[in-house]
C-alpha cells in the first residue's frame, strides 16, 4: 500500500518545474506584448482600457514626458462619450488631447488624478491645458459605490495609495509589500488589455492593407474611449422610468442641495485653478448637456443656484454652460449623447477653447 501510494504521488520537482516554466511563459508574453500595447496606446491613440478607463493611469507611456503641448480632458462618463479627442484636436492645432474622463467619476476624484499623474510621472507629465467638464452629480461627488479610481489604485498603483483624510482624499506611498502585490495584481490583470491589443494590431495591419473591415465597429472600438456613441439610443421610457426611480442614484442627484454644499464646492473648485497655475496649464470648464426629462426633475432653482456657485468658484476662469446645448433626441440614455450630439458637443468645447486661448493667450508652457 505505502509504495503503491508514493507511487501515484506526484514528484514535487515536477510540481515545481511546472510553475516555473508558467511564470517564464507568462513573464515571456508580458515582456512582447507590453512594449507593443504601451506604442499602440502612447503614438496611436488605442483605449485598450476600453471598459475600464481608470486603468490607463497605470501605463506610463501615455503620460511620461508627454504633458507638454497636450490638453486633458476630465469630467463624468458624458464627458468621455461627448468629447472626441480627434475633433477637439482638429479645432486645436498644436495640442494634443488626452481623455481621462471616467465613470462615476466625481469633482474630488480629478484632484487625486491630478496628484497622481504629478507624483508618479513628474513634472514633464503635466498637461499645458486642461478641460474640466462639469455636471450636478459629478460636482456634488454622488457615487453609487467608492470611487473606481480609487479603487484602482489603491490596488494596481505601483507606488502610492489613497489616505481618506477629513477635507479629501489624499495620496501617500506604499511600503514595500504593498507595492509587490499591487505589481502582481496588475499583472494580472493585463490580460484584458493584451486581448485588446490583438484586436489593434488588427486594425492596424488591416488598415495599412486599404481594407474596410479596419471600419468594423468591433475593431474601431480600441480607438476611442466611447462606450456608447455606436449604439441606438435607450428606450425613451425606460430612461424616463431610470430617471424618476426613488432607488436610482439619480434620486439622490435631485434632491442635492448646492448651498448646502457651497463651502466644499468652493473649495475645490479653487484647487483645480491653484493646482493648473501652479502647473502653467490653462483651465476650460465646461458644463455638460442635460437631457430635459433629467432637467424637469430638479427642484425650482435648484440648477440655477448650482450654475450661480460654479460660476463664484471659478471667477474669471473660462466657462461654457452647455447645459440645454442639445435636443432629447441626440441622447442615448440619462445623460450621454449619441454620435450626433457628440459631434456638436466636441466642436463648440474646441471652439470655445481656441477662441479663449487666442483671446487670453495661453501659458505657452
Partial sequence: MTSSTARSSPDPRHTVTAVAIAIAAAAGVHAVLEPVASHLESERGAYLWHAEEWLQLFTPARYEGRGRGRMLVYGPSETREALIPSRMEDALPGLGCLQNAQSMGTLEDGLVLLEYIEREFGDDALPSAVVLALSPRFVANIRTERSPLLQAIDRYAPHLKVADVARRPRLEPKRWHETLRSLYAHRKRQQRRYQATFVALAREILEAAGSDLADDPRLASTLSPAKYTGLPPYPEAETRAWLAHPESFWARVHAWDPDADRERILRELAEWRERCRAYGADLYVVNMPEVSWNRDLYPPGRSERY??????????????????????????????????????????????????RATRGSSKR
Fill in 307 to 356: 450654475l450661480a456657485i460654479v460660476r463664484e468658484a471659478l471667477g474669471d476662469t473660462p466657462f461654457l454652460d452647455l447645459r440645454t446645448f442639445l435636443p432629447d433626441e441626440e441622447y442615448f440614455d440619462s445623460c450621454h449623447p449619441i454620435w450626433e450630439g457628440c459631434v456638436k458637443v466636441s466642436d463648440a468645447v474646441g471652439a470655445f477653447v481656441a477662441r479663449e
